[in-house]
DNA sequence: CGTGTCCTTGATAATGCTCAAGGAGCGTGG
DNA sequence: CCACGCTCCTTGAGCATTATCAAGGACACG
């Protein structure tokens, strides 16, 4: 074994983390190799398939995980089936709620999901012993609620096709954050129904929505899921603003 | 003077702190009387009456605040007018973005209130020297994405009755926040024009659906704001849990 | 080739909105 | 003290948007 490497105070990154974009923009930029070593013999990596509950509404959670790739939908029902998508979580989230075990959201794959995952108790002790980390964390929440107010203006006071069109923005401007360009490609990693709950509409005005952007010459649907944007000012003049 | 108190570690807590619900429930809780005393030179006290614009949409911050009695509404409008208030603060909630200076929503009182404003400065340096009350604003934080999630549901999937009745659960349990009983007697903070657009509702859809509650006796209306529950219980079905 | 899921489209119904009129409370000024 | 003007609220009638119910199309998979 090489060692420099051991001796060294910054040991290595390990393995796992360095392709990790966590490690970037995410809560895991917060560590330094050590504590990211130390962490990552806790952590373990694993990929679940669209559908997967990551995290009950009542139930008392154990981890928390970082989102390597792919959406998490997180998610509200009422007694009698009423559903309602709070948000969506792209990489590098954080996943879970701090400081309580019982956070009243699903937390749902919504497309093929990796996640790196901790025990609460090492993140809870590493949160109190590094405010870094904490600052990381509150930063991020500080950004969901900014995007749940946003949504909720959306939810309150837009209309079922400017519902749709920011949708679709949302959608956009979170597959490609840095996307310089006017026009965008993408699938969309949810169903109509899922679009629906997210909404506050039914499946079948998501769907009449959709097809009035498409027959208006704002979107081009394939297949389904694949959509693409030739001229985003035309779809965010649709939003609403 | 008295020596004795200037000399102990633990100086005298500042006057103007001493009855303030911040120090106990609020972020204020993080701070030895020390670091009262040092950030009470630079707080200042001042009611507002009711429409009284604390804090623009895109207006640069330069203060932050405790409330200290009263209700502030948090709101977002579209460019053609269209309004939604997308939180409602009491004391002694912190008001103010931390970490941007431009914070989207804008912060105007809906009652007369009471407010302590502290610098920008002052505020953002205690925060990055003491964890603790990085902590405190983390939590209240994180309470205030639960809400807003939990309105979501309510924006997205409720009828026209249920978010009525939500809303006035909302400000039975937040006017007092420790009822035992099954009763409740309070005055609205707000127009019904204003709970419409916190409802994503019209004036007078939510003026149908309280003359619809109070003919069916599940609250009783004094002179439009002042409003009694007999049974809490009944209400809360009619919000649809 | 059938069966299932997801999506689209159509017809009809209902919920909530718009427009309009009028009532209640309140401060101001005659 | 009363009339007025004002704001806020209520109520009604008709309408628009979106939901509901129903049928059928596209695609995948066995």
Redesign the interface.
């Known amino acids: 074994m090489d060692i420099q490497r051991k001796d060294v105070h910054n040991s290595e990154t390990p393995v796992l983390c360095r392709a990790c974009e966590s490690r970037h923009r995410g809560v895991c930029g917060a560590l330094t190799p050590d504590q990211l070593l130390q962490l990552s013999r806790h952590s373990t990596r694993r990929a679940v398939e669209s559908g997967t509950e990551l995290v009950g509404e009542s139930l008392k959670t154990t981890s928390y995980s970082n989102i390597i790739s792919g959406v998490v939908k ?1 998610s ?1 029902m ?3 089936g ?3 998508i ?2 969506l979580q792209f990489a590098p989230d954080f996943l879970g ?4 075990s019982e ?3 699903s937390a749902e794959a919504a497309t093929e999901v990796k996640v790196c995952s901790f025990p609460k108790a090492a993140i809870e002790r590493m949160i109190s012993e590094m ?1 870094e980390l ?2 990381k ?3 991020q ?2 950004a ?3 995007e ?6 959306t ?4 209309t079922a096709g400017e519902k749709v069109a920011s949708f679709l923005l949302l959608i956009a401007t979170h597959a490609f954050p840095d996307n310089e360009s006017d026009s965008v490609t993408f699938d969309l990693p949810m169903s109509r129904t899922d679009i629906a ?1 997210f ?2 509409l039914t499946m079948e005005t998501v769907s009449r929505q959709l097809t009035k952007l498409r027959k208006d010459d704002v979107i081009h649907i394939l297949n389904n899921r694949h959509v693409s944007v030739p001229d985003l000012s035309r779809l965010s003049e649709r939003a ?2």
Chains 1, 2 share one sequence.
């Open positions: 997180l509200k009422m007694a009698d009423r559903q309602q709070v948000g709620r701090p400081f309580r956070n009243g959201v405010p904490e600052h964390l509150f930063e929440t500080l969901e609620l900014d749940a107010r946003d949504w909720m203006l939810l309150g006071r837009k709950d909404l506050g609403g603003s």
